[in-house]
């Protein structure tokens, strides 16, 4: 499909190094063996700290792990400049959300990563950044228990 006729989602972090690199890649792995062509994905962190730099060499080992690729990932920055450029806001944690809701998102498009495991009570996908490898596989884990959810959502919606 015409990449200006996809539908553009974006997941958000903190950083973009750790939890939305591989929720990009998982999602977009699934939608894969879906052939679900029609969406465009990428990721990004509400902070400026790491625009430019590849994403944390546990999200990238943890990517290997489990067949995923994220070598070519470079950070980047969501700010209120380049929000309009999305069509959905797929946010880790309540604060990514809250962020996401202050730089002028339209709260009907912001979802939270983990709706769809637990929609009454979503818990977040904790930032693993300052914890140890434990933390990224179950980041890994929390991202695949929602992927199929967040897609069939998604198609819902057209
Ligand atoms: P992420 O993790 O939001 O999952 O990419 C973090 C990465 C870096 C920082 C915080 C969280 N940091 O403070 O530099």
Request: contains cysteine; charged residues 20%; proline residues 3%.
């Amino acid at each position: 499909m015409n990449e200006s006729n996809k539908t553009r989602v974006l997941f958000v972090c903190l950083g973009n190094i750790c939890r939305s690199p591989l929720a990009e890649v998982v999602v977009k792995s699934v939608a894969k063996q879906r052939a679900l062509d029609h969406y465009h994905f990428e990721s990004a962190g509400t902070g400026d700290w790491h625009i430019g730099k590849s994403a944390d060499h546990r999200s990238a080992s943890k990517a290997i792990d489990h067949g995923l690729d994220l070598s070519q990932h470079r950070a980047q920055q969501i700010t209120d400049q380049n929000i309009h450029n999305w069509n959905w806001f797929v946010a880790m944690d309540q604060a990514n959300y809250q962020d996401l809701l202050s730089m002028g998102a339209d709260a009907s498009k912001v979802l939270l990563m983990r709706q769809f495991e637990n929609p009454t009570n979503i818990p977040d996908v904790p930032d693993p950044y300052y914890g140890g490898a434990a933390g990224f596989e179950d980041a890994y884990q929390m991202l695949v228990a929602n992927a199929e959810g967040l897609l069939e959502f998604l198609e819902l919606q057209h």
